[in-house]
Structures are given as structure tokens and as C-alpha cells.
């Protein structure tokens, strides 16, 4: 099992970033894919989640309206629309998977996830 993050870089305030995870060893359909983010000196934190069976979704109350999670069965990749990007969205971004996706495992921070990708740098500055 692996995942693969991309697309992060630097962008203004109030700019956009997609960020990729591309997954291998297992399929989207049937695993749950999460999005995580850690800035400097502080917790992670879970953003969203996209479950596999009816692709509910799950934001953070810091992200939510701002962000979209989608996913590309055929890719095998899921995807992460970052709008009106914040400087308080810096932070390295990870992707993971783990059985226990998504809302209640988000909502309960238990973010202890089976596998987790290389994170992408995300920072927003001017």
C-alpha cells in the first residue's frame, strides 16, 4: 500500500491549490482516503475525508466552504481543492487511508491511520 501527495507549493492569500494523492496496493472503492495537515509547533489536524462507499464527505470546521475532496476511481487518486487559501492553511499536507474512515474517525481525532503518504508543502504568504 502506497500513497503519493503532490501539488502543494506557494501561493498568495486568497489563491488555490489542488493537491493530489495518488493511491496503489489497494483500491479507492472500497478504502477510505483522509486528508491531514501539520503546521509548525502545532497538533495535526484532520481536514477532510472521502468515504468509499457512498463517497460522504467530511471538512473541518476550518476548511469547510473553502475546500473540496473528490476522488478518481479509474486514477485511483484522490483530490483536494484548496480555495481562498489562508495563510493559516500553511502547513505540510498528508494523505492516508486506514479501515476506520471518515466522519467519526475525524470528528473523534483519532488519527492513528494504517498508512500514510510522504506529505506536500502548502504555504500561503504574500
Same mark, same amino acid.
Given at each position: 500500500v502506497q500513497l503519493q501527495a503532490s501539488g502543494g507549493g506557494l501561493v498568495q492569500p486568497g489563491g488555490s491549490l489542488r493537491l493530489s494523492c495518488r493511491a496503489s496496493g489497494?483500491? &479507492?472503492?472500497?478504502? %477510505?482516503?483522509?486528508?491531514?495537515?501539520q503546521a509548525p509547533g502545532k497538533e495535526r489536524e484532520g481536514v477532510s475525508c472521502i468515504s468509499s462507499s457512498d463517497e460522504s464527505t467530511y471538512y473541518s470546521d476550518s476548511v469547510k466552504g473553502r475546500f473540496t475532496i473528490s476522488r478518481d476511481i479509474a486514477k485511483n487518486t484522490v483530490y483536494l481543492q484548496m480555495n481562498s487559501l489562508k495563510p493559516e492553511d500553511t %502547513?505540510?499536507?498528508y494523505c492516508a487511508t486506514d479501515?476506520? &474512515?471518515?466522519? %467519526?474517525?475525524?470528528?473523534?481525532r483519532r488519527y492513528g491511520m494504517a498508512y500514510w503518504g510522504e506529505g506536500t508543502q502548502v504555504t500561503v504568504s504574500s
Open positions: 489497494f483500491s &479507492l472503492e472500497f478504502n %477510505a482516503v483522509g486528508w491531514f495537515r %502547513a505540510v499536507y479501515p476506520t &474512515l471518515c466522519r %467519526a474517525t475525524m470528528r473523534s
